[in-house]
């Protein structure tokens, strides 16, 4: 049921379900003097800035340690850790609603593996997040109060 609006430009397939449109990145796969401090990092050792990008897309539930080792456990294994890192630019897209640009984004880290790492990096700070605390630090920095550890009040029984 297609149907094309008054001013006479076609309707995507987003406009069509009610969804948003997809946001373009903050900045581009190759805009790594945004940040040099991070690129150097990452070109040296892409198992830090993937697993500080990966604590934050898992919201938490992964430390930046344990998938940073995951990273570099895949990376000697196989040689091949662009297959892992993809995964997370997919699942960063999607919770961002970015674009898949340039490319899809197996190619975009299968061929710019540090690029890519640099420009998630670079998202999400820009988008708020300081990188080296971690995700738990990020929310209470944001006013996002974690859930109360206290147990809830419980009340007496029946009584006499």
């Not at 892992?84 to 593996?113: I, N, T, W």
């Not at 080296?132 to 206290?150: S, V």
Request: charged content about 15%; some cysteine; glycine content about 8%.
């Amino acid at each position: 049921m297609y149907s094309k609006p008054e001013d006479g430009s076609a309707t995507t397939a987003f406009a069509m379900q009610g969804q948003a449109p997809l946001a373009a990145w903050s900045t581009g796969l190759f805009d790594c003097f945004d940040d040099c401090g991070n690129c150097f990092v990452t070109w040296l050792c892409p198992c830090i800035t993937f697993g500080q990008i990966a604590e934050i897309i898992d919201r938490g539930s992964s430390s930046c340690g344990t998938s940073g080792a995951l990273y570099a456990l895949v990376m000697l294994l196989t040689e091949c850790n662009c297959i892992y890192s993809c995964f997370y630019r997919a699942k960063m897209r999607s919770q961002y609603g970015l674009q898949e640009k340039p490319c899809p984004d197996c190619l975009v880290h299968f061929f710019c593996e540090p690029c890519a790492l640099c420009q998630e990096y670079r998202e999400l700070k820009k988008r708020g997040f300081v990188m080296n605390i971690g995700w738990h630090a990020n929310m209470e920095r944001q006013g996002h109060t974690p859930a109360a550890t206290m147990p809830p009040h419980m009340y007496p029984g029946m009584t006499r």
